[in-house]
């Protein structure tokens, strides 16, 4: 986890990535556990908790910048800021305790963006997938 801390600038509740397993220049692979205590769970439905599909989005956008940045790709200094979310898909639920497996393919990476695409895991079955763009700022001009 403090690897995590080191490439990302979330902290908790909203730090999604526990563990990065395997990065490369075309594919990023991590995990995340959700746990029972999320800060989601007590208002998402309460009486059927799942984790909301914005989430998802996120922790897979999460996966996707720790490996950017694990890879020395961009500066330290540069921060991702999501800009457009395309092609997303719920396939099955994600409750309490469950352990995502994160797929992320790194499409287009220049500069000043950041084009992935990625799928949520939960065993062998996809629980969300998308696309999306992160556009890239740095923590000097924000």
Same mark, same amino acid.
């Given at each position: 986890?403090?690897? *995590?801390?080191?490439?990302?600038?979330? $902290?908790?509740?909203?730090?999604?990535?526990?563990?990065?397993? $395997?990065?490369?220049?075309?594919?990023?692979?991590?995990?995340?556990?959700?746990?029972?205590?999320?800060?989601?769970?007590?208002?998402?439905?309460?009486?059927?908790?799942?984790?909301?599909?914005? *989430?998802?989005?996120? #922790?897979?956008?999460?996966?996707? /910048?720790?490996?950017?940045?694990?890879? /020395?790709?961009? /500066?330290?200094?540069?921060?991702?800021?999501?800009?457009? *979310?395309?092609?997303?898909?719920?396939? $099955?639920?994600?409750?309490?305790?469950?352990?995502?497996?994160?797929?992320?393919?790194?499409?287009? *990476? #220049?500069? $000043?963006?950041?084009?992935?695409?990625?799928?949520?895991?939960?065993?062998?079955?996809?629980?969300?997938?998308?696309?999306?763009?992160?556009?890239?700022?740095?923590?000097?001009?924000?």
């Amino acid at each position: 986890m403090e690897e *995590i801390k080191q490439l990302l600038p979330h $902290r908790e509740p909203f730090l999604f990535v526990d563990e990065l397993e $395997r990065c490369t220049d075309d594919e990023i692979v991590g995990t995340h556990t959700y746990s029972a205590d999320e800060f989601f769970f007590p208002g998402h439905f309460p009486d059927y908790p799942v984790v909301p599909g914005v *989430i998802l989005v996120e #922790t897979m956008a999460q996966c996707g /910048g720790a490996g950017i940045r694990k890879l /020395g790709v961009l /500066g330290d200094d540069a921060l991702f800021f999501l800009a457009a *979310i395309e092609k997303a898909k719920f396939r $099955r639920q994600v409750r309490p305790d469950e352990t995502v497996r994160l797929e992320i393919k790194n499409l287009r *990476i #220049t500069p $000043r963006m950041i084009k992935q695409s990625g799928r949520a895991l939960v065993g062998d079955e996809v629980a969300a997938e998308a696309e999306w763009m992160c556009l890239v700022g740095s923590s000097e001009s924000t």
